[in-house]
């Protein structure tokens, strides 16, 4: 657990995987189960305009990780959040409780992407982040590998399993041990 766990009256959960594994789906589904917030990064950092421009190779916001990581700090120390991003290793350790890495398989994947537009590097570039992990390793060297968590998300069933088991996990909090 991270070391100021115990202080919050309720936990701060990751919710972190390459773009199409479920993060945005899972997490509104498991803020609407628990009320906890849930914190979008993509979108607040349009919202606040928490980045440096857009970055035309790569099809996205260039990320001011410092602005995101001032805007939330007192929101974090509150408890209580579930963020949702693509990237995990630029957080502070100390703001999260548990880290969910959602994994797809690569022919789904592939299909929720097309679908949503990727194609060319875009889609490649995603693709080889599912197959070698990276958000999993990102995660493990980022924070401590016992609240780090990888769930497979392919379908609505494991969607409906992740919510519910991780309802659970927070309706338990704190830990008692
Ligand atoms: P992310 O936030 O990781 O980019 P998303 O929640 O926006 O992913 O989902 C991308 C698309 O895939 C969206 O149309 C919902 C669908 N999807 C995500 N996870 C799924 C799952 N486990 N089963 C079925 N569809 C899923």
Not at 64 to 93: K, Q, S, T
Not at 98 to 103: E, H, S
Not at 132 to 157: G, T, W
Request: glycine fraction near 6%; aromatic fraction near 6%; include cysteine.
């Amino acid at each position: 657990m991270a070391a100021d766990g115990n202080k919050r009256k309720r936990p701060n959960i990751l919710v972190t995987g390459t773009p199409g594994t479920g993060k945005t789906t899972t997490s509104s589904a498991l803020a609407e189960a628990t009320n906890l917030r849930h914190i979008n990064i993509g979108d607040l950092v349009k919202e606040k305009n928490l980045h440096d421009g857009w970055d035309d190779d790569l099809q996205c916001h260039v990320i001011n990780e410092d602005l995101v990581c001032d805007e939330l700090e007192d929101v974090m120390e509150e408890g209580g959040n579930i963020v949702d991003y693509h990237g995990c290793d630029f957080f502070p350790e100390r703001w999260f409780d548990l880290v969910v890495v959602l994994q797809t398989d690569n022919t789904v994947l592939y299909d929720r992407l097309s679908k949503r537009g990727y194609e060319g590097a875009k889609l490649s570039n995603n693709m080889e982040c599912e197959i070698f992990q990276v958000l999993l390793e990102e995660a493990k060297e980022s924070y401590s590998e016992d609240i780090v968590k990888a769930l497979k998300s392919n379908n609505i069933d494991d969607i409906t399993r992740n919510v519910s088991s991780l309802t659970d996990w927070i309706r338990s909090w704190p830990p008692t041990s």
